[in-house]
């Protein structure tokens, strides 16, 4: 419940009473903010006295502004008002209604104009109106001012994540210009190598970038069709195959066919080929494992298991952040966006599901994603294992 500070300048008495008496148990709600606007009154009764609360900490959120005051005039506050960008709503009452007071009143700045004598339901009203219009507004900066942050934020990580890779592939390249490993052309073959590797991390730097503000954005065509999620999950793990077998990983296999599922073909092999490539780039060797996927009630349930090196409950907290990665000893040495989690998060918010992992360092993770809106078809069919 939001409270909302209302300051009544009126040179008469019962002016002043009646407005606080109308609006002093009044309060709304706003479809627009899901919640509840009260308001606290109070009144003064010149210009000299509402100079003064403007200048305290506590200034008023709506003011309820009289024309004609006895050391003032309504227009005369607007203009004192203006240059100070007060987070206020200014409504001018005035017994002495016209065209020309309400467009200069308008022109100097006040959102609203009531002329006396006006009733309770017009008061509360042009109250009604202010608020919603003050709040709607404040949301607006705290939204725009969020977004400012955010972009920043990951324009400097970004730059971060790029540096890195540039100042490697730098060094290698000043290295063969300097011929500091000698003639030999075969002495070049390590750093060559090297920066085959940080350019290839920079080229699916960029690619993860694409996807993810292609999702976000809402950009990104998408083509719903009935998927097959054994067939999904078989072709991650090929991919992963030959990195498997060097390490001598082995993978469990349990999809049951005819498991399918109304996607997008791309999501789906997207959130399989990120979860499945990080369980073998993150596991041991001689490590193990499982990709599997079944009905659960009315959605489905993917989930890949791993032995590897694991995390900590305050690393996993962290896991599915735009460009988050597990910096330590163990992971120093491996390459990574940081946005593949983060992109698998957001294509399965798409399906009205749900990503989450369980973890314990040198123990191994599950990573487990809940879709919604599927169709089962079950074959029975037992575990395989893809060596």
Same mark, same amino acid.
Do not use: C
């Given at each position: 419940?939001?409270?909302?500070?209302?300051?009544?300048?009126?040179?008469?008495?019962?002016? #002043?009473?009646?407005?606080?008496?109308?609006?002093?148990?009044?309060?709304?709600?706003?479809?627009?903010?899901?919640?509840?606007?009260?308001?606290?009154? @109070?009144?003064?009764?010149?210009?000299?006295?509402?100079?003064?609360?403007?200048?305290?900490?506590?200034?008023?959120?709506?003011?309820?502004?009289?024309?004609?005051?006895?050391?003032?005039?309504?227009?005369?506050?607007?203009? !004192?008002?203006?240059?100070?960008?007060?987070?206020?709503?200014?409504?001018?009452?005035?017994?002495?209604?016209?065209?020309?007071?309400?467009?200069?009143?308008?022109?100097?700045?006040?959102?609203?104009?009531?002329?006396?004598?006006?009733?309770? &339901?017009?008061?509360?009203?042009?109250?009604?109106?202010?608020?919603?219009?003050?709040?709607?507004?404040?949301?607006?900066?705290?939204?725009?001012?969020?977004?400012?942050?955010?972009?920043?934020?990951?324009?400097?990580?970004?730059?971060?994540?790029?540096?890195?890779?540039?100042?490697?592939?730098?060094?290698?390249?000043?290295?063969?210009? &300097?011929?500091?490993?000698?003639?030999?052309?075969?002495?070049?073959?390590?750093?060559?190598?090297? @920066?085959?590797? #940080?350019?290839?991390?920079?080229?699916?730097?960029?690619?993860?970038?694409?996807?993810?503000?292609?999702?976000?954005?809402?950009? %990104?065509?998408?083509?719903?069709?009935?998927?097959?999620?054994?067939?999904?999950?078989?072709?991650?793990? &090929?991919?992963?195959?030959?990195?498997?077998?060097?390490?001598?990983?082995?993978?469990?296999?349990?999809?049951?066919?005819?498991?399918?599922?109304?996607?997008? #073909?791309?999501?789906?092999?997207?959130?399989?080929?990120?979860?499945?490539?990080?369980?073998?780039?993150?596991?041991?060797?001689?490590?193990?494992? %499982?990709? @599997?996927?079944? !009905?659960?009630?009315?959605?489905? %349930?993917?989930?890949?298991?791993?032995?590897?090196?694991?995390?900590?409950? &305050?690393?996993?907290? #962290?896991?599915?952040?735009?460009?988050?990665?597990?910096?330590?000893?163990?992971?120093?040495?491996?390459?990574? @966006?940081?946005?593949?989690?983060?992109?698998?998060?957001?294509?399965?918010?798409?399906?009205?599901?749900?990503?989450?992992?369980?973890?314990?360092?040198?123990?191994?993770?599950?990573?487990?994603?809940?879709?919604?809106?599927?169709?089962?078809?079950?074959?029975?069919?037992?575990?395989?294992?893809?060596?």
């Amino acid at each position: 419940m939001e409270t909302l500070n209302i300051l009544v300048v009126d040179d008469e008495h019962g002016m #002043r009473h009646g407005a606080e008496r109308v609006l002093r148990d009044f309060s709304l709600r706003l479809p627009d903010i899901d919640g509840e606007v009260r308001f606290a009154i @109070s009144a003064v009764a010149s210009g000299a006295e509402l100079e003064e609360r403007l200048a305290t900490d506590m200034p008023p959120d709506i003011l309820l502004l009289d024309h004609k005051l006895p050391d003032t005039t309504g227009l005369e506050i607007l203009d !004192r008002i203006g240059p100070r960008t007060l987070d206020l709503l200014v409504i001018m009452i005035t017994a002495y209604a016209s065209l020309e007071t309400a467009v200069a009143a308008t022109r100097r700045g006040a959102y609203d104009f009531l002329a006396k004598p006006f009733t309770p &339901e017009e008061l509360r009203g042009a109250v009604r109106k202010a608020a919603r219009h003050l709040i709607l507004q404040r949301q607006a900066r705290r939204l725009a001012e969020e977004k400012r942050k955010v972009r920043f934020q990951f324009i400097s990580v970004l730059a971060h994540e790029m540096k890195a890779p540039i100042s490697a592939v730098e060094g290698y390249l000043q290295m063969i210009r &300097e011929r500091a490993l000698g003639e030999s052309l075969e002495a070049y073959d390590r750093i060559m190598d090297r @920066s085959l590797i #940080r350019i290839d991390g920079m080229r699916k730097l960029i690619a993860d970038l694409l996807d993810l503000t292609a999702i976000e954005s809402g950009q %990104r065509m998408r083509n719903l069709t009935t998927v097959d999620l054994n067939e999904a999950a078989r072709q991650a793990v &090929e991919n992963v195959k030959a990195e498997a077998q060097q390490r001598d990983i082995r993978i469990e296999l349990d999809v049951p066919p005819g498991l399918i599922l109304e996607a997008d #073909r791309t999501e789906i092999d997207m959130i399989f080929n990120n979860l499945v490539s990080n369980a073998v780039k993150y596991n041991r060797d001689q490590g193990r494992l %499982r990709v @599997s996927a079944d !009905r659960a009630g009315d959605a489905i %349930r993917i989930e890949v298991q791993d032995t590897g090196i694991g995390m900590t409950s &305050e690393e996993a907290s #962290r896991l599915f952040n735009d460009f988050a990665r597990i910096k330590n000893e163990k992971t120093r040495h491996i390459l990574g @966006s940081g946005l593949g989690l983060s992109t698998v998060k957001k294509l399965v918010t798409l399906y009205g599901g749900e990503v989450s992992v369980t973890s314990r360092p040198d123990a191994g993770s599950t990573f487990a994603v809940t879709l919604a809106g599927s169709t089962w078809q079950p074959e029975p069919t037992k575990p395989s294992e893809t060596p």
